[in-house]
């Protein structure tokens, strides 16, 4: 799936929804940028913890499971909106049935995936319904 | 800038070619193309080749020059030969780059070739492979595969704006039935809306038959001034526009979901530059890597209203014969994507059918035709006009 160092330094972002936030236009990012995308040279990038408290803007059951994620399948993959405003695509938890687009999600710490069975284990961010 | 012109054109067959290497295809289109359009090696001024992953389906990079060696342009002629990379939109560049060698006046006759050998590995390493044309780290590595993300496409266009598994189905079964006659198709077999329902889930809602295959195969074309055309060929089929963009390379940065603005706006440049509007164009190729794409794709380019495209399939009006044929060479779904062909391809079935040579899926009396190629979820979209008179 990754390279240890490739995955670990990212660990903010992924284990705690660190993003970023330009103070020029105040625009939110996450994932994190190191250039705004309306201001460009002159952006003021800054760190951002988001809240974690998003809707679901769009989603799928995933039936054939993608590289280290075979034992996970099917697992529901969304793309969600955080309410500060950016979007980041994430697995939700909880039964397949209920999901819905504009379901508010909170986000949980997971295992994402691993790398074959004697690999590396890879934790992070996934979420669940908020009244979960 | 100078008018460009296609001159020559080859398409290997698509499929799986277990008994065929990467360089046995691209020298059979190639050799096929420079055949065609009646061109000797010393002629030859430039090389392009669109290949997405060399490295990761038979583990080979340095693409260009293998090409040009095994095509015979190295050892005595050294022409140049570049590799280019745009995931799925491989092909599309790649003639793109070409088209605007000869335009600037740099090169006069360059080949634009497109490959992809994708069966030398197994499916899971080659759609892991495929998923590499998205954003690995920020979905790639939540789980995201090719089909759960145009899945997402999909399951949003539904919600808006009402379009059914019927209406996405109705496109593949359209392009099997343009597939059917096509001899280079992977498929040729005809299939049915229920056939395509009651296929296996990929990612809800796309069943596998809404899924493009896994193919090989390899395509290429002979450009040329304009002005020089007709020295080589009856029926030069010229360049009108050649334009390009770019968007976020993660699906959730876009700007609209159901969407590809890439699309819409490489669309306007190229209408811009031709001086044309979708009303003229006679017949399109389109990005059809799954279904929704093709729905997405002909609402982007303006042939369709946004949210009618599933209603426009299922009334046939994109059907041979129909306002507005779209796939007639089977697409994506039923040609096959060997995905650094695929722009190349596309542009071969166009100036076929602008030549009037498409036998059975002829659009009769076609003047202007589109290619409408994309990398990835829609970071890159490529868009090609082409006419048959100059």
Redesign the interface.
């Known amino acids: 799936?990754?390279s240890v160092p490739?995955?670990w330094r990212?660990l903010g972002s992924r284990y705690n929804l660190e993003g970023t936030r330009c103070k020029e236009c105040g625009e939110y990012f996450y994932?994190p940028r190191n250039v705004c995308v309306n201001c460009r040279r002159v952006g003021q990038i800054e760190p951002y913890k988001f809240k974690g408290t998003g809707e679901i803007?769009?989603?799928?059951?995933?039936?054939?499971?993608?590289?280290g994620?075979e034992n996970?399948a099917p697992?529901t993959?969304?793309?969600i909106k955080l309410d500060e405003g950016?979007?980041?695509?994430?697995?939700v938890v909880g039964n397949p049935e209920k999901m819905h687009?504009g379901m508010r999600v909170r986000p949980v710490f997971r295992k994402?995936?691993e790398d074959g069975e004697h690999g590396m284990i890879?934790y992070?961010t996934k979420f669940v319904p908020a009244d979960a | 800038m100078r008018d460009v012109a296609i001159i020559g054109v080859k398409n290997t067959r698509f499929g799986e070619l277990w008994e065929q290497s990467l360089r046995d295809i691209v020298v059979e289109a190639g050799i096929g193309a420079i055949a065609d359009a009646g061109v000797s090696g010393k002629e030859i001024d430039a090389l392009y080749v669109g290949n997405m992953s060399g490295g990761r389906f038979v583990d080979q990079e340095h693409i260009g020059a293998l090409i040009a060696d095994y095509s015979g342009l190295s050892r005595n002629l050294h022409v140049p030969a570049t590799r280019v990379e745009a995931a799925c939109a491989s092909g599309g560049l790649a003639m793109r780059q070409a088209i605007m060698s000869v335009a600037s006046g740099y090169s006069d006759i360059v080949v634009a070739a497109g490959a992809e050998k994708m069966t030398d590995v197994g499916s899971?390493e080659a759609?892991?492979a495929l998923?590499a044309a998205a954003d690995?780290?920020?979905?790639?590595?939540?789980?995201?595969?090719f089909?759960?993300l145009y899945?997402?496409?999909?399951?949003?266009h539904m919600?808006r704006y009402g379009t059914t598994s019927e209406q996405l189905a109705e496109v593949a079964v359209k392009n099997h039935k343009n597939g059917s006659f096509n001899p280079i198709a992977q498929y040729k077999n005809v299939i049915s809306v229920d056939d395509v329902l009651n296929s296996?889930?990929?990612?809800?809602?796309?069943h596998i038959f809404d899924c493009s295959p896994i193919t090989d195969g390899a395509s290429a074309l002979v450009l040329a001034p304009a002005d020089v055309a007709h020295k080589y060929t009856d029926t030069p089929i010229y360049i009108k526009a050649t334009a390009q963009a770019s968007d976020t390379i993660?699906?959730?940065?876009r700007r609209d979901?159901t969407t590809l603005d890439a699309t819409v706006v490489a669309a306007e440049r190229a209408y811009s530059m031709a001086k044309l509007r979708p009303e003229d164009i006679d017949l399109v190729e389109v990005h059809d890597c799954f279904t929704i794409a093709e729905i997405c794709a002909i609402e982007d380019l303006g042939f369709a209203e946004k949210g009618k495209g599933g209603i426009v399939t299922a009334n046939g009006e994109t059907a041979i014969g129909g306002r507005i044929p779209v796939n007639t060479s089977g697409g994506l779904k039923a040609c096959g994507h060997p995905v650094g062909a695929t722009g190349i391809k596309q542009a071969v079935e166009i100036a076929t059918q602008l030549r009037g040579d498409a036998g059975k899926r002829q659009v009769a009396g076609a003047e202007y035709g589109m290619t409408h190629n994309v990398g990835g979820s829609g970071a890159t979209a490529v868009v090609h006009i082409f006419s048959r008179e100059r």
């Not at chain 1, 799928?60 to 590289?67: C, F, M, N, S, Y």
């Not at chain 1, 950016?86 to 697995?91: A, H, I």
């Not at chain 2, 690995?136 to 595969?145: D, F, L, Q, Y």
């Open positions: 799936m990754s490739r995955f990212n994932p803007v769009t989603y799928t059951l995933i039936h054939t499971a993608a590289e994620f996970q697992y993959l969304a793309i950016p979007r980041l695509t994430s697995q687009i994402l995936g890879y992070g | 899971e759609s892991s998923a690995r780290e920020w979905e790639g590595m939540a789980g995201a595969t089909p759960g899945a997402m496409i999909a399951k949003l919600h296996i889930m990929v990612a809800d809602p796309l993660a699906l959730h940065d979901i």
